[in-house]
């Protein structure tokens, strides 16, 4: 299957500059593409790696990626998307972050000979203010600029220079690229239509109309509901484990509606059609099996992270659901239970009624008794039913915690002080 027509039957195409243009040139040659991120993090979140999906594909059917960090436009800012100005970080954060997001995109797309790092740094930073007025400035109308969606959505309440200027940058970009590199294709998300087209016309103009440089968009990934993709309650998805555990991470696939699971499987997995084709009939027909959500969750996760993260994750997983959590290492407790309620004890050996008081995982003695009794309680795994237990804080864990079990789905971390 062409690679073009693999993108559009997993819906992942919202514009092209020219779709036969750009599939002739595909079909029988290996092209270069490239896809940039501005480092205004110093990791991407799982709205940002959608474009880069698109660029894997490209790289598994033969195509040399470039990934472009922008360690220049990250200091200024893309003004789409957006209400208001953006605040200006340092250099050295922007630097910071360019690691940051370069290391991720090695784990992505590996750093053989077949995928290109570059930071937009090492060739705007070179740029004096008259050469850029005098090289570029020329080739932009002020019209044509204010006519774009990503500038026109922001007169109304105003749009600094510096953010207006940053299309031309993006443009310099490409242009750069394919004078160097004889890179051919810009992705970007649906937002970036007016930064990429811009770019093309910069091209022609300086390298001539025959000049062969296309331009391709995603669709604005939205959930069924018709919220943003990638938002949860707390907070955005990111790629860094650090700052979302690949427990969490999974879980964040395993959940999602049967509305969008098959949708999903297209734009971020590497299935082929008669795998999501079995997956859409069983999502249909047995629908409590959750199939779909549970493959989606482990290629995902496995693709990000790895499969000894991917094991972690689904050990976590079924000891929660199972109550079987003596298996956990303190590791894996931290990672499964981190967002779960939390409370603190000391290590002193007590009644287990006073105890679930204490700790205020219970609101009275009597509650606390009457839970007990009726065997809702579980300790480090095990069902409590007698109201004279001793809970000792530091029998497991190393010490350092107590798992509560409240019913069939409540859980609490206790800390040990």
Not at 3 to 22: H, M, P, S, V
Not at 333 to 362: A, H, R, Y
């Amino acid at each position: 299957m062409n690679i073009i027509d693999e993108l559009k039957w997993r819906n992942a195409i919202n514009q092209q500059t020219n779709e036969e243009g750009l599939r002739e040139l595909v079909e029988n040659n290996s092209i270069s593409l490239y896809c940039g991120v501005d480092p205004t993090g110093g990791s991407m979140h799982i709205g940002h790696l959608i474009p880069f999906m698109m660029m894997k594909r490209f790289q598994l059917a033969g195509h040399k990626p470039f990934i472009l960090i922008g360690g220049a436009t990250g200091t200024i800012g893309d003004p789409s998307g957006r209400t208001s100005e953006r605040s200006l970080q340092t250099l050295e954060t922007v630097q910071e972050n360019v690691k940051g997001l370069s290391n991720q995109m090695k784990k992505l797309f590996g750093s053989d000979a077949n995928v290109t790092i570059v930071n937009n740094y090492d060739w705007l930073s070179n740029l004096s203010l008259l050469e850029f007025l005098r090289s570029y400035g020329k080739d932009f109308n002020i019209n044509t600029m204010l006519a774009k969606d990503i500038v026109a959505s922001r007169l109304e309440k105003g749009i600094s220079f510096t953010e207006f200027a940053y299309q031309i940058l993006q443009s310099i970009d490409f242009l750069y690229l394919f004078k160097q590199h004889n890179v051919q294709l810009q992705i970007g998300g649906a937002d970036q239509w007016g930064n990429i087209t811009s770019g093309l016309d910069l091209i022609r103009k300086k390298e001539g109309t025959e000049a062969k440089v296309f331009g391709l968009t995603i669709p604005l990934m939205l959930k069924a509901d018709g919220t943003k993709f990638g938002k949860t309650a707390g907070g955005a998805i990111w790629l860094d484990p650090k700052r979302t555990s690949p427990y969490e991470f999974y879980q964040f696939w395993l959940n999602q509606d049967d509305r969008d699971v098959i949708k999903y499987l297209k734009f971020f997995t590497f299935l082929d059609k008669e795998e999501i084709d079995v997956l859409e009939d069983k999502v249909k027909k047995e629908p409590e099996k959750r199939e779909a959500q549970k493959r989606l969750a482990e290629e995902v996760t496995k693709f990000v992270h790895d499969e000894k993260s991917l094991k972690e994750a689904q050990k976590i997983t079924q000891a929660l659901f199972s109550g079987d959590v003596k298996k956990l290492t303190v590791h894996e407790i931290e990672q499964g239970l981190e967002n779960m309620p939390s409370f603190e004890t000391t290590k002193d050996t007590k009644n287990i009624v006073d105890w679930l008081v204490d700790i205020q995982c219970e609101p009275s003695k009597r509650q606390a008794r009457e839970d007990v009794k009726n065997g809702a309680i579980s300790i480090n795994g095990e069902r409590i039913n007698d109201i004279d237990f001793l809970v000792n804080p530091t029998l497991e864990f190393d010490g350092k915690y107590v798992i509560v079990r409240r019913g069939k789905k409540n859980y609490f971390l206790v800390k040990v002080i």
